[in-house]
């Protein structure tokens, strides 16, 4: 799969660099690769928020697909931030700064979280999610070398 997802972006590197695991956590090619699984992962976060939407009746499937779904929209912003990171910016200092398209989109995905989870009654469950957010993020802003792959 890194084979396929290395030869979109061949035309940048040597066939060398390809084939080389060491080039992988370097620069730019790092950066594609975790936009590449960022993207993944957001894709099938939507999936899965699409899913437990429509299995409403089914309360317990429901809110198992709507908690995968917030973990894989996790991953898929942790994907943004080691992109981010790689190319040399910190995604922190440039939300705190109010960058205003990166603001609206956490701030859009956190509201829809929010009104999910409000709308099927499992306020238990942002709250919890959104603790485990707020740890993660003083982490991540406190030790930015903690979270480097």
Sequence with gaps: MIKQILK?????????????????????????LALSYSLIAGVMSCFLFTLGVFLEKE??????????GCLFLASSFAGLESAFYAEGYNIFELVLKFNLPLVAY??????????????RKERKIWIVLL???IITVLIAMNCMNCIRV
């Design 59 to 68: 309360k317990k499937k429901s809110r198992l697909l709507l908690i995968w």
């Design 106 to 119: 956490f701030a859009i995905w956190f509201g829809f979280i929010i009104w999910l989870f409000e709308t």
């Design 8 to 32: 979109v972006h061949e035309k940048d590197f040597e066939e060398s660099d390809i084939n080389s695991i060491e080039n992988i956590s370097n620069g730019k090619m790092f950066s594609n």
């Design 131 to 133: 603790i485990l957010l």
